[in-house]
Structure formats: C-alpha cells, structure tokens
C-alpha cells in the first residue's frame, strides 16, 4: 500500500505540531508527553493550538508570508517574476514541472493546518476548564482555518482528499474527493464558523463573525463559476455579501495608500481579516517587502508586475498606491529602464522598523501584515452576485461598485467617473471583474477570477499561444499522487 508524505505529516503533526514551534511552548508540554489526553484541557491549551494552526500559514518563509502563493497564482496578468528564475516562472508561462516545491509546499502547509484544525475539533469534549462559549469560539477559529486551506487547495488542485477529525487516523487511504464534496466541507465549516464567532476580538489576527461571512460569500461566488457553474449560488453569495455590510462594522479606508501601512494594520477598518506580523494568531514574520523589491535597491527580485497589466490600470492614487515605478536607487531608475524591465508593486513595501517603503531594504523579518479579506472585496462580490442573481444591475449594485471607484480616484470624478448607468448584466458584470482585477491587485485574487470566469486562455493567448484549459487547474505535486492511494493528477499533465 503507498504510504504519502501526506499521511506522514498528519501522523507526525497529530503529536509534534499541535503547538507553536517556540522555546516556551516546548518547556510547558515536552514532545515526550503531549497527547490529547493530557493537552486539550484548558483555555491556554486551545489558544496555543488555535496558534499552530495559524503557524504553517505564516511564517519561517512559508505559507503566504513569502512568494509562493504569488508563484502559484502568476498565471495572471497582475504579477510575474524574473526571467532568470525558471524555478518562478513555470506557473507564470504554463509550463509547470510536477516537482515544484511551491505547490508541494503549499500543498503540505495546507494540511499541516488542517491536521492541527481537526485536532482542535475532535478534542473540544475533553475541554473540562473550558466555558461552552470559548469552547464555540475555538471550534469556529478552527473551522474558519480548515475551510481557508480547503478553499485555496480545491481552487488550485480541484479534486483533493478531505481529511477530517472522523478519517484522519487513516488518512493515507482517504484518496480525493471531488470538488462539490470539498465544497460542501467548506461550506459547512464556514457556516457553523460564522454562527460561533464573536464580531471582533480585543487582540487583532483571529478570524472573526466578519471573516468567515466574507469567505462563505467568497466561496459561493466562486461554486457559481468554473468548475461547479452553479448559478444559484450567486443568490446566496450576494446575501452573505448584504449581511457583511449590514453588520455596519467595516468601511472603506479613505485614502487607498493607506491600507498598506503597516502603522494602520490594528486600526483599519476595511481589514476583515489578515496574516499579522508578531500579532495574537501567533504570526511572526513577513518577507513580501524585500522579496518584492527591485534588485537596484537591494532587493531580492522575486515578484514582480507586468507591463500588459500597469498600462491597462487606470490613472488615479489607486494606481499610484499600486505599483512602484521609480525606484529608490542612487540614479532614481525608473521601471522602463530596470533590468527586468517591468513595473514593481508599491502595497507591501512597509513593513515596519528598519523596512519602512521609502527606507532602506532589510533582508530579514518584517512585520508586515498581509490583507486576505477586506470590506473593497465585499462590496465587490455584492455587485457582482446582485446583478447575476438579478438579471442585471440594480440600483444597490451600482453604489456598491462606485464606492469602490470614488475611492480609486481619490473622490474626484474628474479623475475616475461613477460607472457609466443603464449597463445590462453581462456589460456590469464585465466592469465588476475589471474593477475586482484593479481594486485586489497583487492579493492573489484574479488568478482565481480567471478561472471561474474561464478566462484564462483568453486573457494569455497572444503571450502564450499554447495555454490550454487544462491550464485552469494547477498540477497536483506529483510526490503525492505516486503515494497517496486513490490521489490522481490532474488532465494535461500526465
């Protein structure tokens, strides 16, 4: 029988990882001795589990607070990276390798925090110095985080093994399951998540009401395109998306620059829910500030933006808050004239002491933030599931979609005009996903726009005229498929 990488990781984390890898945490449960029986007993003990479940996401150049979520996503206009780097570039011209190890990675990261969800999960019961309304609290962090990781993996991979507290323990057999069952996972995570959790904590970085809101409605935009293409579900994405802006806890930060400052992360009110350096999750690190930056001030020259996509975005502060374009070297080069030639992105050069945008580079931990939900995406996907569930857009629909704009252009109509009224539904739902590819640029968002809009061989055609529709799903890390029984690679890349 084949044994997985897979199922040594929920072997092994099932006892070494149910809590964050730091000195503290090793002296107060030694690895000889922790065990569920002895372990998930009071509130510091799910605190410090509901932390490492947070730890693979974010952290120790892995997960999202490093490159390969962008490596994996660069099959759309928004980013690339240097052409000197083949082991980048694959995902970015379709021509993937089945050993990446940002896919195995993040492939691996993702089940790590599963494994440690499920623990959670399937210890509540034996919580006996825990209050039943912590203990719903913890089962809705730890719901919220299966349903993230689910998420991102079926959208990248499609069919994937579900592992849950009930299978874990013969996880090596479970084989995958198909899309619409991974969502239903996801749906009923996120469902039960939003019942359990508070609408905000005091500390700032757990998951809250707010968020998993945001990502049910999220989540039923996307059933309602590729692969599902189950149209009822914009009904129910575009209520999720009305009760997330009827909480009358969110609004739009003013200025768009300022969402991007690492001194307002604690403050914001349009983040609904982000990665955050040294923060309550347990989060410690970020490196998208010198990973994104040009080589000529010091940077590493990994990511990066592209030409096609800065000359299509429209002119205003949103643009200039987006992309960096003269860079901060002794000659002031401008993009045009880099070594690489392309335009740099702005959003993720603050990251805190000693890294500051404008300052010089530091080559080690930040403590930036990284924003996977905010209030611009709500009003977006209200827009856009209003006008498909309605047979076009309403008057609601067009106000959410402009608020957005009239931020964009810093209030002024002179600079970026109200959408043009009397749209019917396919030209509005054309101009939400233009808007969605300017608002949520370089937050790994219009890759998987591409692909439930079935736009990807459209939109990279002319670049590379061999892109296919099986390009619309990642290769499966293919270490797993030779040794997870019943895991199969994905069409075209056999």
Not at 435 to 456: G, I, N, Q, S, Y
């Amino acid at each position: 029988m084949k044994k997985s990488i897979l199922g040594y990781i929920l072997f092994f984390v099932a006892f070494m990882f149910i809590v964050p890898g730091c000195e503290k945490s090793l002296e107060e449960h030694p690895a000889s001795i922790i065990s569920p029986s002895n372990f998930y007993k009071t509130d510091a003990d799910f605190n410090e589990a509901i932390n490492g479940a947070f730890a693979p996401l974010w952290g120790g150049y892995g997960g999202f607070d490093f490159i390969s979520a962008y490596v994996l996503c660069a099959g759309a206009e928004d980013v690339t990276s240097r052409p000197t780097a083949p082991e980048l570039r694959g995902y970015d011209t379709f021509k993937e390798t089945l050993t990446d190890t940002h896919a195995s990675g993040m492939w691996a990261d993702f089940y790590k925090t599963i494994n440690s969800c499920n623990g959670i999960l399937s210890n509540l019961g034996n919580a006996t110095e825990v209050s039943d309304d912590n203990k719903k609290i913890y089962e809705g962090e730890a719901r919220f985080l299966r349903a993230f990781c689910y998420y991102w993996l079926t959208r990248l991979f499609g069919t994937v093994p579900i592992i849950t507290s009930e299978n874990q323990s013969d996880a090596i057999n479970v084989g995958e399951s198909s899309v619409a069952d991974v969502y239903q996972v996801i749906i009923s995570d996120l469902t039960i998540a939003k019942a359990n959790l508070p609408v905000s904590f005091p500390d700032v970085g757990r998951p809250t009401k707010g968020a998993a809101t945001t990502l049910l409605a999220s989540a039923y935009l996307t059933m309602a395109g590729w692969p599902l293409n189950d149209a009822s579900k914009y009904d129910s994405a575009r209520d999720e998306a009305l009760a997330v802006m009827k909480m009358n806890v969110y609004s739009l930060e003013h200025d768009y620059a300022d969402l991007w400052k690492v001194s307002n992360a604690l403050t914001s009110k349009e983040i609904i829910f982000q990665f955050l350096g040294n923060s309550a999750n347990g989060s410690t690190a970020s490196h998208h500030h010198v990973s994104f930056r040009p080589g000529e001030e010091g940077g590493w020259n990994d990511i990066m933006s592209e030409a096609r996509f800065f000359y299509a975005f429209p002119d205003g502060p949103r643009k200039d808050a987006s992309f960096h374009t003269v860079f901060t070297d002794d000659t002031h080069t401008k993009w045009e004239n880099s070594r690489i030639g392309q335009p740099y992105i702005e959003k993720y050069r603050d990251a805190g002491d000693g890294a500051t945008k404008d300052g010089p580079v530091n080559n080690f931990d930040g403590s930036g933030n990284w924003i996977v939900l905010r209030y611009a995406e709500v009003l977006l996907i209200y827009a856009e599931a209003a006008n498909m569930a309605e047979g076009g857009p309403s008057a609601e629909a067009y106000e959410a979609l402009n608020q957005v704009r009239r931020r964009a252009g810093g209030y002024n109509q002179s600079v970026y005009p109200d959408l043009t009224p009397g749209l019917n539904q396919k030209q509005f739902e054309d101009a939400v996903i233009k808007e969605r590819a300017w608002e949520l640029a370089f937050e790994c968002k219009r890759w998987f726009d591409l692909v439930r809009k079935e736009m990807v061989v459209d939109a990279n055609k002319d670049l590379y005229p061999y892109v296919s529709a099986h390009n619309m799903l990642l290769p499966k890390p293919q270490i797993e498929v030779d040794m997870i029984e019943g895991l199969n690679q994905n069409e075209g890349y056999q």
